[in-house]
């Protein structure tokens, strides 16, 4: 059990409790320890049987301690198994429902003993909510409205969520005798922004006959986080997850692995346009192999690479699955040289605890220069974001000097002097000009007023990026996935400006933002717009998030020199002043 699943069992007592209507001391107890080993850099599984160590956490005190030992030593913490059993499990699907905090859902449960979508919604639909107190016909309507978002939405999960079960699942696989190669595939490995489900293939010796099959699938069937046994067949094991998220494991003998990777690994649209072409050429291709038409021979399957060199193929990246003319361009051998994570020289969107990281200006350069990066910049927040408390002029100019001294101490690496800073409603940037000049680096955001009209939200961002001093938009949609829809404006006309301004746009990695999309960033490249790979980093464990940026880069087909922080350092920095 990894430290985020340890929080999420603690965040959901929190919320249970204030359900329940505890005492507000003790929900917060449970919350703190959620955020204290959320943010732990070391496993508290390593460190369960040392409890001097565990109490050393701040947050972790002897009760929370006692509750961690008992999740360790019986798999749950009574607590949250006895409100999960009081509740049941689908009052938790209500807390996914935006708008609809633990207060409101104990008022409802109170009026009705109501405690799943289905049932809420009706009851809104019957305007009972409207005259519980506190609420009325407007609060209503926005609840069905968010209901109507989170059904929308509904089963599909963040990249890093997905990823996390992936590994668990992997390592368990591992443990078995016989499995040699457990990847997973589907749109986890396609690295799409969210994943509905998960797909493994798994092969090996424990893969080839029925009776091995059988032992394998009894030995996938006892996973311990398994909740739900949806079907099991032959080679197939389905099952469900504690988040809901279904898991199919199929075992496959190794002449068929490298078919069904390409097969399972999709999309659908891929695979459609492959087998056509696979029957133009005289072949058949399916999950089993890519088999002689006439004869049903199979000539290629163990490998994915052998498939599509029979195909006359250059191997495509499975990022790039999506039948938006790769296949043409593999055929005539132009796929581009897609960048990685090894391209990045530095990560420079992140936050300290001048602001609300959780980090130092040192501790996240000392960080970041053990992941190999030359550079960083840290862009703390402008004062508009007031519950994060931002930095106004004079704050922000004295934090430059910590920065600037700061690189000038720690060699082997350096700290670029950044801000970001807010986008006010209006277009105009939250610090003077004076004071941007003296950044290297000004990322420019929008974290206010995001209903506004499309005309006025286009007029606002193309205001901050012809401010000089701007070195490129942070987060530029504005998009929470699976909770905040993207603010609407010209794309294309921000687009062009930023082009002429020599303005980049971000690609914040955060896998709850993923921002710009895969679509957004093809657009930018048609543009010429140069892009930036960035973390958003508010403590030094956000910094390995990087990687899902990269796979959003790669399925728009970016190269290393799409991307400016690819760049030496006095390249980058010259970039940041327009000098691309």
Request: hydrophobic letters at 40%; charged letters at 25%; glycine letters at 6%.
């Amino acid at each position: 059990m990894d430290n985020k699943a340890i929080a999420g069992i603690l965040y959901e007592t929190a919320d249970m409790l204030e359900i329940d209507g505890q005492d507000s001391f003790r929900i917060r107890s449970y919350r703190n320890a959620a955020q204290a080993i959320e943010n732990h850099p070391q496993p508290i599984k390593d460190i369960i049987g040392e409890p001097k160590k565990v109490l050393e956490i701040p947050g972790i005190g002897k009760g929370m301690l006692i509750n961690l030992q008992e999740l360790f030593k019986q798999g749950c913490v009574t607590v949250h198994a006895e409100l999960l059993k009081k509740y049941h499990p689908s009052m938790l699907q209500l807390l996914r429902i935006q708008g609809l905090g633990p207060k409101t859902i104990a008022l409802i449960w109170s009026a009705y003993e109501v405690c799943d979508v289905d049932a809420v919604e009706k009851l809104a639909r019957e305007g009972k909510i409207r005259i519980l107190p506190r609420m009325g016909e407007k609060h209503e309507q926005k609840l069905l409205k968010a209901i109507e978002d989170y059904r929308r939405i509904g089963g599909r999960f963040l990249l890093d969520a997905a990823e996390a079960e992936a590994a668990k699942l992997t390592d368990y696989l591992a443990k078995f005798t016989g499995f040699e190669k457990i990847t997973p595939a589907g749109s986890l490995r396609r690295g799409r922004e969210t994943v509905g489900d998960l797909d493994f293939l798994v092969t090996g010796k424990a893969c080839c006959t029925d009776a091995d099959r059988e032992k394998a699938g009894e030995y996938v069937a006892q996973y311990p986080p398994l909740m739900d046994m949806i079907s099991r067949g032959d080679n197939k094991v389905s099952f469900r997850l504690r988040s809901a998220m279904q898991v199919d494991v199929r075992l496959l003998p190794p002449e068929s692995f490298g078919a069904a990777m390409q097969y399972f690994t999709g999309s659908k649209a891929h695979n459609v346009a492959l087998r056509q072409r696979a029957l133009k050429m005289g072949y058949t291709l399916n999950e089993y192999s890519l088999a002689d038409l006439k004869t049903e021979k199979p000539v290629a399957g163990k490998t994915e690479e052998e498939i599509y060199a029979k195909l006359k193929l250059d191997f495509i990246a499975p990022e790039l699955r999506e039948n938006l003319g790769e296949i043409d361009a593999a055929a005539q051998h132009t796929l581009p040289p897609l960048i990685a994570q090894a391209d990045l020289q530095g990560d420079v969107h992140m936050h300290t605890v001048e602001t609300d990281g959780r980090n130092t200006i040192e501790e996240m350069a000392e960080a970041a220069k053990a992941r190999g990066y030359n550079y960083i910049a840290i862009t703390d927040h402008s004062k508009n974001l007031a519950f994060a408390n931002g930095l106004d002029d004079k704050r922000a100019l004295a934090h430059i000097q910590r920065i600037r001294s700061a690189s000038d101490q720690i060699e082997g690496i350096t700290i670029f002097a950044g801000i970001e800073v807010d986008i006010l409603a209006d277009g105009d940037l939250d610090l003077s000009d004076s004071v941007l000049a003296e950044m290297d680096i000004v990322i420019a955001s929008v974290h206010s007023v995001f209903n506004q009209e499309p005309a006025k939200m286009t007029d606002r961002l193309l205001k901050a990026i012809a401010n000089p001093n701007v070195s490129l938009i942070g987060h530029p949609t504005g998009r929470i996935q699976l909770r905040r829809d993207a603010y609407h404006y010209d794309i294309n006309a921000v687009l062009t400006a930023a082009a002429q301004n020599k303005v980049a746009m971000e690609l914040n990695s955060y896998p709850d933002r993923l921002d710009l999309n895969d679509v957004h960033l093809r657009q930018a490249k048609q543009h010429g717009v140069k892009i930036v790979i960035n973390t958003d980093s508010h403590h030094t464990s956000h910094l390995e998030k990087i990687r899902f940026g990269v796979l959003q880069a790669r399925r728009a087909w970016l190269t290393k020199g799409d991307v400016l922080n690819t760049l030496p350092e006095q390249k980058f920095a010259g970039a940041m002043k327009h000098a691309w």
